[in-house]
């Protein structure tokens, strides 16, 4: 509910602080007294798109503020939250003009954005005209105005749920499919060197052992020799052999000595250990330097291969083994995937036929609403003098969607006999604004989250037909706020609370105010929408009546 409107500075009121209440809240005055700036300025601190220049003359800035309250649950709350701005049973939106256009929005004392005020707007306030700002006139809303009379949520879910499964069963086959031929224009690649690798078969360290051996053979022809002839000399016929010959004469010698000989003797046994020892390690180096030149030449064939293969595939050669697997597996999926094509195939056939099944099953109910929609408009034109016309819901095959396939309009023909149009191009100022009114009447359940706000909605129309607007409008506000702005005594007789909109001049400065009024104000200003500027008895006996109808 908006509770109240304060406005500072803007055009040519300079300051105006109203009070709302809910139920049916009437604003009346003259023509030009500033009704439509009032509206002007709730649409400035909402976000709205209007009049560039806004600010007072004479004044640096112009500012609205507007506080709603909002009841749990309300979809304001969830706005809030996805801005990340405070929320709670009060909303404070205050918006400000400077006088080089720069404009300022807060919204509980937090800087925001323009797009988060429309958003926001879009839950708190719904505006009715003759040109229908409410969106009653845009074919594109039909349809959920439709489902929203027929209260078929269950239906709805189901369809959308039939949808996203339908959505994501061809989103799977089409990147399946996808992959298969990216896959497919690789098999023979994929094959082959599958193959290629399975063959050679490397191993992880495989290529720094190989290449270890190439080095060590390749060395040893030109060491071999070297480490023979070393042999020899630790031998007999070298060192081995002199030490032992030396050992002999000391041994013979060692009895004449008196023991000085037994320390020399007793290393050079030592030595000829160590000799020994050696001699054993230079033959055995000698073994592991004979090899088969064969070896040489399939241990270099099997390295340039393994070297070869990685280069091929741009990886390094320790990591061969991982490159086969993964190629394995994509040769895998190749041979798998025109099975899991099948199967996908299968999966949107059904998601097809679920999805087919719960659209018609929701275009039954539609076209079911349609009538009941259909009836309660026929019962609502009646006392509105559109007696005569006939308010059609149209039902067409459309374009599927997540809300069905159907595609929904609302059209009039204002005659018998005459052609059904859209409400805009067949009605007249005057009907178009009681066709409105009937259709937000019967589409009204769940709007008491909304203020609806109607600027001279009954413009054309004046007696019983003005009465019939009013008592449309007075129902409509019943359990919800509405805010009506109008020329029409029997509308302003309807209403809760009266407000008049008057303009006055001082030091020849223009300003409008708004003044909530009394029981005996409200006479008087009805009286004088019935006689015009000078009020007479008569009139008030008029408003009188018109007030306890």
Known sequence: MLCSLDIRDMLIIERLELDFRNGLN?????????????????GFVLGWRGRAELVRKGADQGEVTAVFTLPAGHPAHAVLAEAGLPGGDELILRRVNARDGRKTAFINDRRAS?????????????LHGQQDDGGLLNERGHRAMLDAFAAHDDLLAAVRGAWSAKSRAAKALAEAEAQLAAVKGE????RHAVAELDKLDPEPGEEAKLD????????????RADVARGLQALGMEGAEGLMREADRWLQGAADKAEGRLEAPLAALERALIELGEAAQGVEE??????FDPRALEACEERLFAIRGLARK???????????????????????AGEGRIGD???????????YSAAAKALTAARHASAKRLDAAMAAELAPLKLERAVFETQIRAGEAGPEGSDAVAFTVATNPGAPAGALNKIASGGELSRFLLALKVVLSKGADALVMIFDEIDRGVGGATADAVGRRLAKLAEGAQVLVVTHSPQVAARGGHHFRVQKSVSDGMTTSEVVALSADERRDEIARMISGAEVTEAARA??????KA
């Open 26 to 42: 009437v604003l009346t005055g003259e023509t030009g007294a500033g009704k439509s700036i009032m509206l002007d300025c709730l």
């Open 114 to 126: 323009g797009e988060v005020l429309r958003a926001l707007s879009d839950t708190l306030v719904e």
């Open 187 to 190: 098999e023979e690649f994929l």
């Open 212 to 223: 270890a051996e190439r080095r060590l053979m390749q060395g040893a022809e030109r060491i």
């Open 285 to 290: 180096t000698l073994d592991a330097l004979s």
């Open 313 to 335: 595939h741009g990886v390094l050669a320790d990591d061969l083994g991982g490159l086969a697997a993964d190629l394995r597996a994509r040769l895998a999926a190749l041979d």
């Open 344 to 354: 996908l195939q299968a999966a949107v056939k059904q998601a097809d036929a679920d």
């Open 542 to 547: 008029a408003a009188d009546d018109l007030l």
